[in-house]
């Protein structure tokens, strides 16, 4: 830091320091003291330098329009209200199709299918796509890219797992299905549920019904579920009446599933657990 010189010592910036033995006009403390106090100096205008060197401008994130349904989809997972629930769930298509997902894998039957909840979903999914094309073209919005990429994972594994259980459902009684719950299908389930039993007859004629006398096996009786001794537990989402009893909104009990069929399609019970 110092450079000894005949008349003293000497600064790195060329500042004279007269030491004066003679006369002791300084002590060695003060001298370690303006030696701190020159390192300290520098070393301040060092990291002030760095910091302008290293300064960036400030890049802001600036989200698109569609991403505004993950904040819904938020509040309504955490919010505890249930009037502002119902708000967010008219408007969200996530939590439309998570309920209809959360009353057909609960429903011992096949449910109608919901062909408003299956367009929106789809236009949705869509939708959040191309708004994550967007964010990863901005490093700042990155994260968001990243988080709007697991709701759509999720919003598609929701929206298979749906499918999935109807076409399990639908598989179990294909010939009950196809003659008596045609209008619960939509028309690509129909399509597969007609090809569906035309393979199953053809395959049973092959193997067994060959050996039938011909057009006995037409009298054979269809197949279908039985609902005799299949209970659920039921939340009232509106005032209604079960077998003489009126529940109000917000009640929950366990019921025999045969009991409830109209009221269920009405959407005044939600299904919590068969």
Excluded at 121 to 127: A, C, Q, R, T
Excluded at 176 to 193: F, G, P, V
């Amino acid at each position: 830091m110092f450079l000894a010189s005949p008349s003293g010592l000497r600064t790195k910036r060329g500042a004279a320091f007269l030491f004066n033995t003679t006369n002791r006009q300084f002590t060695m403390a003060d001298l370690y003291n303006l030696l701190d106090q020159l390192d300290h100096d520098e070393q301040e205008e060092e990291i002030i330098q760095e910091e302008q060197e290293w300064e960036a401008p400030v890049e802001t994130a600036v989200l698109p329009a569609d991403l505004i349904d993950a904040q819904k989809r938020q509040l309504a997972d955490n919010d505890t209200n249930e009037d502002a629930k119902e708000v967010l769930e008219e408007d969200s298509p996530y939590l439309r199709l998570r309920n209809v997902w959360s009353q057909e894998v609960n429903a011992p039957e096949l449910l109608p299918f919901d062909e408003d909840v299956f367009q929106s979903i789809i236009e949705l999914i869509e939708d959040w796509e191309q708004a994550v094309d967007q964010c990863e073209d901005n490093p700042v919005s990155a994260l968001m890219a990243s988080i709007t990429s697991v709701q759509i994972e999720r919003a598609k594994y929701v929206l298979c797992d749906w499918l999935a259980t109807r076409l399990r459902k639908m598989e179990e009684y294909p010939f009950y299905i196809r003659d008596y719950k045609a209008d619960c299908l939509s028309q690509t389930e129909l399509s597969h549920i007609q090809a569906y039993c035309n393979l199953v007859q053809k395959h049973l004629s092959r193997t067994v019904l060959d050996h039938f006398p011909q057009e006995a096996w037409k009298e054979l009786p269809v197949e279908e579920p039985n609902f005799d001794y299949t209970y659920v537990f039921v939340k009232c989402l509106a005032p209604t009446t079960i077998d003489k009893d009126p529940l109000e909104r917000g009640d929950s009990l366990i019921i025999h599933y045969s009991k409830i069929r109209d009221s269920l399609r009405d959407g005044d019970l939600q299904i919590l657990a068969s």
